[in-house]
């Protein structure tokens, strides 16, 4: 069965820091995976989506980077956090057809100092 | 363009009566429908989906949608509702393209009170 692995669960980072924030997909091949930003417990902004290794859409401008170095592999990045990149960001993969749901990682709760 | 409405914030219901959470949806084309619910801390967990066939959806945890068309609406039912079902529910509707994205409502949060 599929399975999504996202790490650390939580991380308190000055304003300032680099990010790294790293997700893995097991038992697919050729997902499309998305990044996800959660505020206050309510409404999810989709910040990233990925159709294949190296190909990624950005959704909104913003202080975030993505990028897919291996197939099951999605890595969310930053040079400098800002205050406003706090949140629960989460990570999501489906199969290619667009037709399939996507399936949840449990998230990274990230609070900036 | 794509949306979805939950038109409301917050639903409270007993435990053992009903339970319905609404989702309204404007596409072009046809519409491809979900619901999730998200529990504290967690991440989005999948209910069901429509995408034709049946108006009457069945799904995890003895949860059912009911799609209609000329209403646009997909709500989320539960004949009982459970203690253990209050949550913060999304329905979302599949986006265009072939990327997979889904366009999310803002959240209902289920209360269920004993």
């Known amino acids: 069965s599929q399975t999504i692995h996202q790490w650390p669960a939580t991380l308190v980072q000055p304003v300032g820091s680099p990010l790294s924030l790293e997700c893995t997909v097991e038992g697919t091949s050729n997902p499309n995976l998305y990044w996800y930003r959660q505020a206050a417990g309510r409404g999810l902004q989709l910040l990233f989506y990925?159709?294949?290794?190296?190909?990624i859409s950005s959704e909104v401008p913003q202080n975030l980077s993505a990028s897919r170095p291996q197939d099951r592999q999605f890595i969310l990045s930053s040079k400098k956090l800002l205050l406003s990149d706090s949140g629960f960001y989460l990570c999501?993969?489906?199969?290619?057809?667009?037709?399939?749901?996507?399936?949840f990682g449990d998230g990274t709760r990230l609070s900036i100092l | 363009a794509q949306s979805v409405a939950q038109p409301e914030d917050q639903v409270n219901v007993a435990e053992g009566n009903p339970l319905t959470v609404k989702c309204t949806y404007s596409v072009s084309g046809n519409p491809y429908l979900f619901w999730y619910v998200q529990y504290p801390n967690r991440g989005l967990q999948f209910l069901l989906k429509y995408i034709t066939g049946d108006n009457l959806v069945k799904g995890s945890y003895g949860f059912e949608a009911e799609f209609n068309k000329s209403q646009t609406s997909f709500h989320l039912k539960k004949p009982s509702a459970l203690v253990s079902d209050s949550a913060l529910y999304f329905c979302a509707v599949r986006g265009s393209g072939n990327t997979g994205k889904l366009i999310f409502g803002q959240g209902t949060t289920l209360q269920v009170k004993p």
């Open positions: 990925s159709v294949g290794i190296g190909q």
């Open positions: 999501a993969w489906s199969a290619g057809q667009g037709i399939q749901p996507q399936h």
